[in-house]
């Protein structure tokens, strides 16, 4: 390789000066290559000693002292005018990572025709990772060497083009200084800009600017200004753009197409997994603004687990699948492919399976937890064995028995006790499948089942029903929990006129929508009825007499609605077996009596701690009046409930997520660190990606930020500023 003279110009900056030189020495061929220092007169008296010190110490250091202060242009000019070889400008207030200059020249000597090459760094705007066009802080968990590391091996091998080179750290072929000239110190001596006039005559003369992409340098560089440094940095702007016309567009195209964000991503996602578990859930949905009981959960994970260890949510949405990265104070999605199919046409799916391998090998996944198998394929369990990785699932309905989901025949009643059932009529109504599969289905979720390291359920009676088909499965129970604070509520019905029944929650034909229908035509002036969420029955969206219709809620209000509106009991009418319900959970930490139908892990959860009644399942609305009356009635039986509930322990959230924690963080089977940076640059190649977006404090001090300024700030025209919105996250 041809030798290079690294050239330091050095203005005092002695908290940085050894640093520097020391990273330099330590991590540097300088047999090939030397050093040359110059004094930019500083005024530290602790810079020249040192300085001599080392020139002393090393044979490959050259120190050349300044009579008088000539900045930053003039000290380069000098040094490269002293070197006879390949020149790397340096800024004293770097660090560098071992084979950065072998990995530099590489990249110069490439091609022919290339002037300059800049590595990538924490602080250099265009070149900035892993938030591109601003300064990033060092990653905390990991040392600079790890980081460096990090940055080779996920590194693209390609030719990133650079409108300008960046002068805090720029390697410069002699071939190119001998055809361009120096800088220009005539106009540029005062600094800001002079890089940017050598990149773009170099341009002239057919030269490349390019980017270095398998390394990084750290560069301190202080970002506050003063005013007359501002002042210049505009001034010498307006040089450039009447020098370049061209200037604006070329690096409003950078912005806007932005090449290293894919590097960016890449980096960033590495910085995120690195020394952390990462856990894949998998889910049917995950629209969080309408929580449904499985997405609940799920997001109650997160929330109680994210802080300890990555996880991410792989679930379909408006046709393609997602990645949601939730790491401990950031969220990252991607999208990853197209759903090849909706419905249910296969069990397996190789294109799938594929980007399921990528996941696992580019996330570096631990543990993969099922929460529900809509849109997703069998491969996944095969996948996790291939990888010797932990495997979960969790059934949250009956979607294991039936792809009816709530086991309900042709939506009137549960079906599992009938004995005359036309499955295929049922399954029609219901998907788009005509024959009855039920039998098949089975079989295939039998075997699937199997394959598990734990199947887990969230109540007893879900567990009861399970193996009830599948004995050979072992299943665990796990109930959920919930977020709430102390009640105070102080429920009572005596002194009443009427008691107050509330309906949580969304009400569908499953959830007992036809019965609720029914009886609120009732009328009973002993019964005012109270619904709080949305309902697929239109009848039931207006208020009438003894009925108020409350529609939708946020989840952390329900218990202040339920007080305001002194509610004494809620209904629970579902007429298939729920296997959890978290409304009776918030019923009960509400301090509200519950009654339900006679089934499910509702009924089984009230009956076996006595908090609330229970009645057979019936179309008929007065059965269900008259039980409703009695309970008005009994008023001993009521505080009786009530001081059940008091006494019941409601499980918190952070239980739950203790309990899950505790699952994901036994018997570590695969290696934390490291990279697979092909499996990532696979998935973020293929990706039309989302990344956090920036606020706009942070998109203000990008667009004032010094360097910013001079690349590209100078009368930026508005669809640039729109650009860097949108680019940088």
Known sequence: MNKCDIIIPIYNAFD???KCLDSIIENTNLEENSIICINDKSTDDRVLPLL?????????IKLLENEENKGFVGTVNRGMQYSKNDVLLLNSDTEVEAGWLDNIKKYAYSQPKIASVTPLSNNATLVSVPVGLQRNELPKNMSFKEYAKIVNETAYDETFEL???HGFCMYIRREALDIVGYFDEKTFGKGYGEENDFSFRALDYGFKNILCPNTIVYHKESQSFSEKRAKLVEEHGKILQERYPVYNTRVGLWCQNFPIKKICENIDYQIKLHNKKNVLMLIHDWDINHLGGTTMHVYDIVKANRKKMNIH???PSNGIYKLYSYFEDSEKVI???????????SYYNNSYKKMLEDVIEGFRINTIHIHHMISHYFDIIDVAKMHNIKSIITLHDLYALCPTINMLYKMEEYCIPLKDKKCDECIHMKTSLRNNIVPSWQEEWNKFLQKFDRVIVPSENTKKIINGYYKNVDIEVIEHGIEYEENNYNNSIEEKDAIDVAIVGVVSIHKGGNILKELVKVNNDKIRIHLFGA???KELEKSRNNYIYHGRYERKNLPKLLKENNINLICLLSIWPETYSYTLTESIASNIPVLSFNIGAIADRISKNDLGWTIPITKNVKELEKKIEDIFDNKDDFKK???????????TIEEMGKDYYEIYNKDELIELNGTNSEAMKRIIEKSCYTTETVSSSEAAWIMNSLRWKIVSKIKVPEFMKKIIRKVVR
Request: aromatic residues 10%; charged residues 30%; glycine residues 2%.
């Open 641 to 651: 409930v009530l001081k059940n509930i008091n006494d019941y322990h409601v499980k």
């Open 535 to 537: 309902t697929e029955i």
């Open 335 to 345: 999208n990853l492919k197209a759903i090849d199919n909706s419905g249910i046409l």
């Open 52 to 60: 001599k010190k080392y020139e002393k110490k090393y044979k490959f």
């Open 313 to 315: 949510i792989l679930a």
């Open 163 to 165: 409108p300008t080179a």
């Open 16 to 18: 940085c000066l050894e």
